[in-house]
């Protein structure tokens, strides 16, 4: 199985999950990649930059508001993850990244770290 550059990333974000005390399992939610949930309740979705320096962007999809609005809806946890190159993991909970971007859009948004 080939190891992408993503995959790597990705193991950065989950690696700082699993380390918490509340930490019991690890699932895919569904069919996207990046798309996670934790324990039962709690669901995230990795977005990633390689870029070392700031400023970051971290680009959201019209599908990425979907299954954001899915897992809300649902009345999962939500959370974004945003991995900064090889440096930083920043994890958005709704409130935070609701403010950020505007969930019922329909076009691509993007965040700037």
Known sequence: ??????????????TQLVEHDSFKALNKADGKYGHYQVNT?????????????????????????????????????????????KTTVCLLEHADFATLIDLNATGQQWIKV
Request: charged share 25%; hydrophobic share 40%; with cysteine.
């Open 1 to 14: 199985m080939k190891v992408q550059q993503k995959d790597l990333y990705h193991g950065a974000a989950i």
């Open 41 to 85: 309740d709690r669901r995230f979705m990795v977005k990633l930059t390689e870029k070392a320096a700031a400023p970051r962007s971290f680009t959201f999809q019209p599908d990425d508001l979907d299954t954001l609005r899915t897992d809300i809806a649902s009345g999962f946890q939500t959370f974004v993850v945003l991995v900064c190159g």
